[in-house]
């Protein structure tokens, strides 16, 4: 799971540069820096909780689905254990009444794993988002030119880490959660409103 997530925000983050490109430090004074996904994942205190819940209810859908698949199997045992004793006809609808049984254990193990995608998707979007208004933040105040993702086993196999900013990137992440922006408050705000004004 945390692997799928990494490789998911990697992609998303670096969507837009398909082609690998060369980047130094110049005479020109090209200004570069760079965060390291797997640190920044682990310290952002907000993406952790979210990663946490999402693994938590994985592992409720897994365990559903295991209950599920036991179920429909000792059915079909059975099934095969009274099959013999059985007229054609009492065979014929046990085996549509299995046949439905185990197309709706199909429907559910595709939804289930259909909601999984989704909440990745989410907090990858909310990773990269939060990310992005950091580094609009940290280009100005630092005057970079670029900023990496560097992970292991990424295009980028080294990084001196006179460059490295995660750690300021992660105290800027982390503050913002704690002091929430005033349009968060503002929509948190609205969304307990309609929450009181529906009950």
């Known amino acids: 799971m945390t692997k799928f997530l990494l490789a998911a925000v990697g992609l998303s983050t670096m969507a837009s540069c398909s082609q690998p490109a060369t980047v130094e430090n110049t ?3 090209i200004r570069l820096a760079y965060v390291r996904i797997d640190s920044l994942q682990s310290q952002y205190e907000y993406f952790e909780e979210l990663a946490l819940e999402l693994i938590e209810e994985e592992k409720v859908l897994v365990e559903d689905l295991q209950r599920r698949q036991q179920t429909l199997q000792e059915n079909i045992a059975l099934y095969q254990q009274e099959a013999p004793k059985m007229s054609a006809r009492q065979r014929e609808a046990n085996e549509a009444d299995l ?9 559910v193990e595709q939804a289930a794993q259909d909601q999984l995608l ?3 998707a989410d907090l990858t979007n909310i990773l990269k988002a939060d990310m992005d208004k950091a580094i609009a933040v940290l280009k100005d105040e630092l005057n970079l030119d670029f900023i990496l993702l560097y992970e292991e086993g990424g295009q980028i196999i080294y990084a001196n880490t006179d460059f490295d900013i995660t750690e300021r990137m992660v105290n800027m992440l982390n503050e913002n959660r704690e002091t929430p922006s005033e349009e968060e408050t503002t929509t948190a705000s609205s969304e307990a409103t309609d929450s009181t004004s529906a009950e």
């Open 118 to 120: 989704r909440k990745q």
């Open 27 to 29: 005479e020109s004074g």
């Open 99 to 107: 046949m439905r049984v185990q197309q709706q254990y199909l429907q």
